[in-house]
């Protein structure tokens, strides 16, 4: 017993010291200089050479085979969703060690079974995409609660006589995170001399919200048509805290059914796991009937958990 704590331990240890060499080789200031370099000509080289530098052997043979693929630049987006530094090929070295690390602990409390390493390796699989998209949840939920203030702040920079840009550079001084983040992106990227137009769609990009999508509209179109954008910005503002404040109440009020849909559908799962490390051998006597009926119970179970769980997500999805 002692063995197997000890075991454990060092591949926790292991595991938390892999993630803080990754975290701390990556500050905000180096990454956000290699995300704007793409747009630059100049530097770049003197950029990619400093960014190399810092990368490991295998991070570095991973990221160049997987960044340029659609499925890698999908990860790099996602990762900036989440606000996460980490680039493609340390996040999938992550995965890997999560994997392994995940497996071997399960082995070892599974009577060292393969069936539990493979059970094991599947969580470890699926754990970093999990965080990964609760952190784009939480960050965009946090962002448009903010948006209303940050509109207000932005219609009384226009109304005391600062440009666009003024307003959004003051937005990024005043307001909180994320939101302060992201427009300090979005002028710094106009300072490098990108289109306000480009650098909002970039904003978009990284923070996919219909109601900033609404607002990058407005002062689109009233670039190109002219108007009073800090009354028009005004009007929006006051409809996206009604907005707010409605998907607010509307979460309050289904959350009893979202949160009982999503127990009682992990529930199953969670005993058959239990089950497995705990008797196996009970639970492998539902295959005494042969694999056809086995496959049948399996398939009936799942369909039934699933279909439960969308029918209760479908009447708690309320669209405002």
Not at 26 to 52: A, C, G, I, P, W
Not at 143 to 168: E, H, I
Not at 259 to 278: A, K
């Amino acid at each position: 017993m002692m063995t197997l704590i000890i075991i454990i331990g060092g591949i926790v240890l292991i595991i938390l010291l892999i993630i803080g060499v990754i975290v701390s080789s990556n500050s905000e200031r180096v990454l956000f200089e290699k995300r704007l370099t793409q747009y630059l000509d100049d530097d770049s080289s003197h950029s990619n050479s400093r960014d190399t530098a810092q990368r490991t052997v295998i991070t570095d043979w991973v990221s160049k085979r997987v960044e340029k693929t659609s499925f890698g630049d999908r990860i790099a987006r996602d990762l900036s969703r989440a606000d996460l530094k980490f680039k493609v090929g340390e996040y999938f070295v992550l995965i890997l060690v999560a994997i392994l690390a995940t497996g071997l602990l399960t082995w070892f409390i599974g009577n060292k079974s393969m069936i539990s390493a493979g059970i094991g390796a599947i969580g470890g699989a699926v754990a970093p995409g999990m965080y990964v998209k609760s952190q784009q949840k939480k960050r965009l939920q946090k962002f448009n609660d903010q948006l209303a203030d940050m509109l207000n702040l932005m219609v009384n920079g226009l109304r005391a006589g600062y440009s666009t840009m003024q307003a959004m550079e003051s937005i990024s001084k005043e307001l909180p995170a994320p939101i302060n983040e992201e427009f300090r992106r979005v002028v710094q990227e106009m300072q490098i001399g990108i289109s306000m137009e480009t650098a909002l769609e970039n904003l978009l990009r990284r923070i996919p919200s219909e109601d900033l999508d609404f607002v990058i509209t407005a002062i689109n179109v009233q670039r190109e048509v002219g108007g009073n954008l800090s009354e028009i910005l005004d009007n929006i503002s006051f409809t996206i805290r009604e907005r707010v404040r409605i998907k607010g109440e509307v979460r309050v009020l289904t959350s009893q059914v979202r949160t009982s849909g999503s127990v009682l559908s992990l529930i199953p799962f969670f005993l058959v796991l239990i089950l497995w490390f705990l008797n196996p051998e009970y639970l492998m006597s539902v295959t005494k009937g042969g694999p056809l009926i086995t496959a049948g119970i399996i398939c009936v179970v799942l369909g039934l958990i699933f279909t439960s769980y969308f029918i209760m997500m479908k009447i708690a999805d309320i669209e405002v």
